[in-house]
Nanobody, 127 residues
Framework: LVQLVESGGGSVQGGGSLNLSCAAS????????LAWFRRAPGKEREAVAT????????WYSDSVKGRFTVSQDTNKHTIFLEMNSLKSEDTGIYYC????????????????????WGHGTQVTVSS
């Protein structure tokens, strides 16, 4: 397992930008799939973006594609989420998550696959 700590949440007006970070510590970072999930008020937790620490390949949900960018710094064992053109429906608690993999180049968005979670960081977008 890895330990995950998110940072960078906050409040912004619609159309604005925020950047999130997730620092991972523990076992070999390069053997993990990492992801950003969010839980909007009254909704289930959903995957926003994933990244393979080994390949760097990414996946995005349709709701954020073209607006959000997930990236990583493998030396610092950190992933990032750059969020642009934010909308009120992007409001929620954003979680970083990880699961160990072997031979996977694109990480899936299934919440039950992920067994390490951060505590989350609040993102609030006002219209």
């Amino acid at each position: 397992l890895v330990q995950l700590v998110e940072s960078g949440g906050g409040s912004v007006q619609g159309g604005g930008s925020l950047n999130l970070s997730c620092a991972a510590s523990g076992d070999a970072f390069g053997l993990y799939c990492l992801a950003w999930f969010r839980r909007a008020p009254g909704k289930e937790r959903e995957a926003v973006a994933t990244i393979s620490a080994a390949s760097g390949r990414t996946w995005y949900s349709d709701s954020v594609k073209g607006r959000f960018t997930v990236s990583q710094d493998t030396n610092k064992h950190t992933i990032f989420l750059e969020m642009n053109s934010l909308k009120s429906e992007d409001t929620g608690i954003y979680y970083c998550a990880a699961y160990p993999v072997s031979g996977v180049t694109i990480c899936g968005p299934v919440v039950t696959w992920y067994n390490s979670w951060g505590h989350g960081t609040q993102v609030t977008v006002s219209s």
